[in-house]
């Protein structure tokens, strides 16, 4: 999988990684979709915002807050944030 572009947090490549070898499908999403990846495990979707340990509220950018509202008002997919490649395994169940 590659970048689609340069402005990616840090750690973003070791959560794809780690997610990748416990069996997920990962799409890393556009700068404008609101999230950064589209994970896909055992049937489930997971929308997926990837941030810097240590975030603040503040730290999520008004499409983030856009995208995360939507979801939790029209879907029953969770908006996950998360930071280190261990919460993503937690968060599949891993």
């Known amino acids: 999988m590659t970048y689609r572009d340069n402005k990616r ?4 490549r070791p959560i794809i990684d780690a ?3 416990a069996g997920a499908y990962v799409i890393q999403m556009s700068r404008t979709a609101g ?4 994970v896909m495990f ?3 979707v997971y929308i997926v ?3 810097l340990p240590g975030y603040s509220e503040a730290d999520i950018t008004p499409a983030e807050r ?3 509202y939507e979801t939790y008002m029209y879907g029953e997919v969770a908006y996950n944030v998360i930071t280190t490649p261990e919460e993503a ?5 891993r």
Do not use: H, S
């Open 9 to 12: 947090d840090g750690n973003e």
């Open 19 to 21: 997610l990748e070898a």
């Open 35 to 38: 999230f950064d990846l589209l």
């Open 42 to 44: 055992r049937g489930i």
């Open 49 to 51: 915002e990837v941030k």
């Open 66 to 68: 856009k995208r995360r």
């Open 89 to 93: 395994l937690r968060m599949i169940g």
